[in-house]
């Protein structure tokens, strides 16, 4: 039996119900208001930037003559015209908003133009003159490890010594593999509106997963505090960890903007400008070394994670140190190192992406399994098994303790089970046999994906409630919306902590006024925090409401229950909206300012010790895909997915957000390659070369099913976070991308890198020909 089976969760009325998106009608009629669709103020002009044309280099002129004397320019912003610090960096100072002198990336903006049309603003950017003194830029891994070029010290952490048990053990393999990088693709890109105030006010309205640490840079670019300024955000069309730290430079912009010309300044960026000035996911490279028995049994594991970091630290230490947390993914591994490279390149700052590096770290660990099952002729899945997490061998690699390990081990085998995975490998088998050009693989992988920021300061959120005198009420809070539902969870939570119906609850935009020093919605935490919050605030007002209302009746307060938009008590009685009257007759006040911190979480990353993460989250995924080896081409003909979503606060969009995870992490690992030429120019810089899955790569077959035993910690309604982890249910297409190559040769260790482009898959091929 579970730990989670023991666990009582009670009968709810609006949580864990599968209600619609808040703003789903919105969003299908396109009525949803994003930042380009608020109305400009009057006299509202628009910027452009004015980028570098080397990757790396000197600026040693810079004549903006032609770009002022531009039709429609109303002003030209360059380095020296910023009216506080030049400094976008989230925490390093490392990054400037406008080149000064050094050209650090291929596109960096070196000035801008402010006109009175964005057309206007455009054609005059291209006037300007720029003279830089080039020098050879250090665009990929190799040339990063070349140079010795790093944007943080090297970091390591390791359980007993992986290289002697490595060295001892009866088998050992060791290996390079390719992890590529990622482009965002919000379909709503880069675009924040500045609007001046009275004196050094200011407000800005972005699309920002974090509100907060976009206030703290726009007043250090204009030198205020951080109480003149605001920043608003009702909703993004899509984030995925680009709009975390990269949507401040645009806001700041704005800003600067605003100030300099004292008009309202809005900046939103070409679909082009966007992916050359905007980071992307870390590509690494992951050196390793197995050792292992003849069941494929891990002895010894050695990993060094080389990751393209780009020019600055940006939002590097968590994101590496989240991919060394999975690089050991649900397995025991008795003696492990691993270690990480933070490599610096003249290429735009990579950043967070959905997974923040757990994606990475865990499909190393995966190609590994692959390789062993590969090399002893066994299959896959019961190498996989064999390394899981078991009772006694329950500790990851940075020393925490796993309470609920079994859940793993069980849904890895119920979905063994529901997807007729042994069946299917040996239908595959013989396709392949009586198939010369076509071969099909099969793989099922598991995940487990901590849930909590790294940074343990980041592990906190407020949220604000008011209940009014006619019983509605009013709900902020710090998360941000991306389409993802956040807005929709936290508003169950509270209707259902006052037992009223959903359309009680007004949802408001995130606002640094009204709920401040935020965290960003990140690391899958914005319902377990904000939630949690909200309930905290929203429990807190009901506390006053029931000790009215037994003082009223004359009933003892613990009598006093709130259901069916009613506060009830033996015979008494009252609707909610009268009860809310009352007591504002009466001044209780109804208004609260809820706080939450996560518990028991700790770490010392010097010592590499601590309880980093407040439970973890599963899966597992099965796929079959068909190879082309002709042509390389590849196609996902079915896909299960098993998700730990715990006691879902809201299945349907818990639904969304697996499926949503796997095709994106679908295509990370298929179709979306990023290409750099030797200049440090990125080349697939828009849809015409950057290919993200459609419609019509969605497998035919697609099932997925949620795992919903409550959380056995103490979460929000004993409910798991759902935001990132589903998108590692797809390192199950590579690995089955690679059992298909598998079958093109009986021996030998294929070099298959990810993405798995046609032109990967040939190379694969050929790799296990050049072999035979």
């Known amino acids: ?454 940074l343990i300061p980041l592990n906190q959120a407020g949220a604000l409630v008011h209940v009014y005198s006619d019983g509605s009420i009013h709900l902020n809070h710090g998360g941000t919306e991306m389409g993802q539902g956040l807005f929709t969870k936290v508003a169950q939570i509270v209707a259902e902590e006052f037992g009223v119906p959903l359309h009680f609850v007004r949802i408001t935009a995130t606002n640094t006024a009204k709920v401040p020093n935020a965290s960003p919605t990140a690391a899958s935490s914005g319902t377990d925090l904000n939630g949690m919050a909200a309930k905290i605030a929203a429990a807190e007002i009901k506390g006053r409401m029931a000790a009215f209302a037994a003082a009223h009746w004359g009933v003892p307060v613990e009598t006093v229950a709130f259901r069916d938009a009613r506060a009830v008590s033996g015979n008494h009685a009252m609707d909610f909206a009268a009860l809310a009257k009352a007591c504002r007759l009466s001044r209780v006040q109804l208004s609260h300012a809820g706080h939450y911190k996560t518990p028991d979480i700790h770490w010392d990353r010097a010592k590499a010790t601590g309880r980093p993460f407040f439970y973890f989250a599963y899966g597992a995924a099965c796929s079959e895909v068909a190879i082309d080896t002709l042509t390389g081409e590849m196609r996902v003909m079915r896909a299960d997915l098993l998700h730990d979503v715990g006691s879902s606060i809201n299945p349907a969009l818990d639904i969304g957000q697996v499926e949503g995870g796997f095709i994106q992490g679908m295509g990370w690992l298929t179709t979306e390659e990023l290409v750099y030429d030797a200049r440090g120019r990125l080349a697939t810089h828009a849809p015409a070369t950057y290919k993200i899955p459609v419609a019509s790569d969605t497998p035919p077959v697609f099932n997925t099913t949620l795992h919903t035993r409550p959380n056995p910690t103490a979460s929000v309604y004993r409910s798991k976070a759902v935001g990132e982890p589903p998108l590692m249910l797809a390192i199950s297409v590579y690995s089955a991308i690679l059992d298909a190559v598998h079958a093109t040769s009986p021996t030998g260790q294929p070099r298959l890198e990810a993405p798995c482009t046609p032109e990967s898959i040939l190379k694969a091929i050929a790799s296990l020909e050049g072999e035979g």
């Open 1 to 454: 039996m579970l730990q989670s089976d023991l666990i009582d969760v009670p009968e709810t009325a609006v949580v864990h119900k599968p209600l619609a998106h808040d703003s789903a009608r919105l969003h299908v009629q396109g009525s949803a208001t994003y930042v380009d669709d608020i109305r400009e103020p009057e006299g509202a002009l628009h910027v452009a930037m004015g980028m570098a044309g080397v990757a790396a280099g000197e600026l040693k002129r810079l004549d903006l003559a032609a770009v002022k004397a531009a039709p429609g320019v109303v002003a030209v912003i360059a380095a020296a015209d910023i009216p506080g610090r030049n400094d976008i960096a989230p925490v390093f100072a490392d990054e400037p908003l406008l080149v000064e002198r050094e050209v650090m990336f291929h596109g960096q903006a070196v000035f801008a133009v402010v006109a009175r049309t964005r057309d206007e603003a455009r054609r005059a950017a291209k006037l300007g003159v720029i003279e830089i003194e080039p020098r050879p830029p250090s665009v990929t891994i190799a040339d990063a490890l070349a140079t010795g070029a790093r944007v943080q010290d090297d970091y390591a952490f390791a359980r007993g010594d992986a290289a002697a048990a490595v060295a001892a053990s009866a088998h050992r393999l060791e290996g390079q593999f390719a992890i590529g990088g990622q482009e965002h693709f919000y379909l709503e890109g880069q675009v924040s509106l500045a609007v001046p105030g009275e004196g050094d006010e200011m407000m800005v309205y972005a699309s920002s997963q974090d509100p907060t640490e976009t206030q703290h840079i726009v007043a250090r670019v204009l030198g205020v505090p951080d109480a003149f300024v605001t920043v608003e955000t009702r909703r993004m069309g899509g984030g995925f960890g680009g709009k975390e730290s990269q949507a401040c430079t645009w806001a700041a912009m704005a800003a600067v903007a605003a100030k300099v010309t004292g008009r309202p300044c809005k900046v939103r960026l070409d679909r082009d400008d966007d992916f050359a000035l905007t980071g992307k996911r870390h590509d690494f490279r992951a050196d390793w070394a197995v050792g292992y028995d003849d069941h494929g049994v891990i002895a010894g594991y050695d990993v060094m994670l080389n990751a393209r970091c780009g020019c600055s630290v940006d939002l590097t230490p968590g994101v590496v140190d989240r991919a060394m947390f999975h690089a050991g993914n649900g397995y025991w591994l008795p003696d492990v190192a691993i270690g990480t490279r933070r490599l610096k390149t003249n290429t735009v700052s990579n950043t967070a992406f959905r997974g923040f590096g757990g994606p990475q770290g865990m499909i190393a660990i995966e190609r590994v399994m692959d390789a062993i099952a590969r090399e002893r002729h066994l299959d896959p899945l019961d190498v996989r098994k064999a390394n899981l997490l078991r009772a006694g061998l329950d500790r990851t690699p940075y020393g925490q303790a796993v309470e609920d390990f079994e859940t793993q081990r069980l849904m890895i085998e119920e979905l063994e089970r529901t997807s007729a995975y042994r069946a299917r490998r040996a239908e595959i088998a013989a396709f392949n046999r009586s198939s010369p050009w076509l071969k099909r693989g099969i793989a099922l992988t598991p995940l487990m994906f901590g849930i909590s920021f790294t």
